[in-house]
């Protein structure tokens, strides 16, 4: 019997093994998209109570929004960057045409410039070459 595999293509009895492990890959893509989604509803959700929470007991002051906005930010980039490594995934062993790693490019260029602007916007709220301020609120790597 002879065992070759070409581009996904794939002779004799091994079929049903590949397709078995192309199966278990999907899974574990959309697995990983699952995990992106949780990450960001929940920890928007908690970001949302405590701050609701310290408006509520009156506890809000000048950093309070700050570092909701921070915690929101973190939540979407940590999201992006997953469902990027299940597009990867997914694009890379599932279907790696060259229409669907051009897409897969594309998504990236579009998460990366998200990914940017929430860490200048929310996060960072500077240009990576400039230097940190003191007299900010919380700096971000503290959050």
Avoid: C
């Amino acid at each position: 019997m002879e065992r070759t595999i070409i581009y996904g293509i794939v002779s004799g009895t091994e079929t049903q093994d590949v397709e078995g492990a192309l199966s278990w890959v999907d899974r574990a893509a959309t697995g990983v998209e699952l995990l992106a989604v949780v990450i960001i509803v929940v920890v928007i959700l908690i970001a949302t109570l405590l701050y609701l929470a310290k408006i509520v007991a009156r506890q809000a002051d000048r950093t309070t929004y700050n570092d909701f906005r921070h915690s929101v930010g973190r939540a979407l980039l940590l999201g992006l960057e997953i469902l990027v490594a299940a597009d990867i995934i997914r694009t890379v062993v599932l279907e790696p045409t060259l229409a669907n790693v051009l897409v897969l490019g594309l998504l990236v260029v579009i998460r990366t410039f998200l990914s940017w602007s929430l860490v200048l916007d929310e996060i960072e709220e500077r240009w990576p070459w400039q230097a940190r301020s003191t007299t900010e609120g919380t700096p971000a790597h503290k959050l």
